[in-house]
C-alpha cells in the first residue's frame, strides 16, 4: 500500500457517504459565508422532490504519528468530523428520520473498513471501529432550526 494523502483519505470519506440513500449535500470540507442565505445553499438537497437544507462536510480535526518500536513503518492516525444538518421539522418528527440518516451512515462505513484501499483501517486499536456519533443536538445553523450531528471516524495507514 502506498502512503495515503489527506485529499486522497477525504476523497474516500465523501465517496461513501455520497452512497447513503438522501444524504443530502455532501461538501468535503467545512463550507462558511458571511450570509445565512449563501450558507444555506451549501447545504440544500432535493430530497423526495423537495428543496431541504440536509447537508454534511468533512474535516479533519486531529493527526497522531507514531514511531516503529525498533523497525518498521510510522503508524499515522488522522481522526475525521463528518458533520451534518438537517431542517428539524417538529410535527415531522424529523428526530427520527435524522437518526435514521445517521445509523445509515454508520451502516455504510462498517463493512469499508480500508475505505476501499485508501488506508489501511478503520478499527483503531481494536477499541474504535468506523462512524462514532459524537453529539447529536438541536442548533440554529444559517438561521435554520436544524438537527445536527457531529460524527467521529479515525483512519490509520503506515508510512
Known sequence: MTTPSVATIRAAIKA???TVTDIGKVNDYQRYSKNNSELQAQYVATIA?????RGWNIRRTKTRETGP??????VVTH???IRGYMALDDS???EKTFDDLIEAIRDAFRDYETL?????????DG???GVQVIESVPVLFAGVLSHSARLQ???RHYQ
Open 153 to 155: 471516524l479515525m483512519t
Open 16 to 18: 461513501k457517504l455520497e
Open 79 to 81: 481522526t475525521w468530523d
Open 127 to 129: 477499541e474504535v471501529a
Open 49 to 53: 422532490g423537495a428543496k431541504q437544507l
Open 69 to 74: 518500536d525498533v523497525v518498521g513503518p510510522k
Open 116 to 124: 476501499g484501499g485508501a488506508v489501511q483501517t478503520t478499527v483503531i
Open 92 to 94: 415531522a418528527a424529523t
